[in-house]
Nanobody, 117 residues
Framework: QVLLVESGGGLVQPGGSLRLSCVTSGIVFSLNHMGWYRQAPGKERELVARISRTGTTNYAGSVKGRFTISRDNAKNTVYLQMDSLTPDDTAVYYC???????????WGKGTLVTISS
């Protein structure tokens, strides 16, 4: 059974920071490209950041310079460090795994991030 479990969400004031984690099981983590997506109320899900199985990263323009994605293959975990948060970052954040050979995709259930004073 494949599981992606996100954690680290919560309520933070504007300008604050959060670190999201996604622990995976049931997949060969090192063979997967990993990503963080988010979905704000009334909006479509969008890519926030992605890290390839080899460590190459890319970011949505709206978060570049503020968010950092990283992975720890030994812990089967991907992280998203979020700094300088604004209310526009409020969303449910989802972890995604994409197996590079088969393109099989898996999703976590999401963690809510709320930025408000």
């Amino acid at each position: 059974q494949v599981l992606l479990v996100e954690s680290g969400g919560g309520l933070v004031q504007p300008g604050g920071s959060l670190r999201l984690s996604c622990v995976t099981s049931g997949i060969v983590f090192s063979l997967n490209h990993m990503g963080w997506y988010r979905q704000a109320p009334g909006k479509e899900r969008e890519l926030v950041a992605r890290i390839s199985r080899t460590g190459t990263t890319n970011y949505a323009g709206s978060v570049k310079g503020r968010f950092t994605i990283s992975r720890d293959n030994a812990k089967n975990t991907v992280y998203l460090q979020m700094d300088s948060l604004t209310p526009d970052d409020t969303a449910v954040y989802y972890c995604n795994a994409n197996q590079f050979l088969t393109a099989m995709e898996y999703w976590g259930k999401g963690t809510l991030v709320t930025i408000s004073s």
